[in-house]
């Protein structure tokens, strides 16, 4: 509870001192990375952000994709089902949280508040929405998660919440512009903050 309370006061204190917004993103790019354990060091019990995900016309694939603030990380926890078997598909947080249209264009584009240039989501700079592609096992299922520090959940320019999550046809090649070419979005699900 007193971490809870701590980035509450961090949060207040973000929007009383200007110039603070610019340390958050600095800080997001330089810390990014993938690493796990964090739930075991920080505990849990930070805001909690869930994104129902349903099929975008024509395909399948429906779950859900949870992000939990732990610390200066966000555990990213996905259980998808519908892919056709052991294939790779792009994923994203996309700008909108908006899966009106029947292709998931409604989205936008990548969730992109730094400007900067698509790519790994493990080698900054890249997208704040660039996330590790999605893996089916040979039952067409993702079950996996990992934590990124360059996203948070509830406060800061890289929250996701109002944002959208996006998965794509194809695997994200990490350097095609600006998306990875990563093909048609089979999936769209908004995110909310619980
Ligand atoms: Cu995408």
Redesign the pocket.
Known sequence: MSRMIGWVLFAVGCTVLSGCQTMHDTAHSVGSAVSSGWDSVWGSGGPVAVAEVKPTQGNTVSGTVKFQQSGSEVHVTVDLAGMVPNTEH???V?EKGNCSAPDGMSAGG?FNPEGVAHGTYTHPPHHA?DMPNLKADDKGQVHTSFDVAYLSVGSGGSDVTGRSV?V?RDA?DYKSQP??N?GP?IACGVIAEK
């Open positions: 792009g994923f994203h996309h990548h929405g996006i794509h994200d998306a990875g990563s979005r």
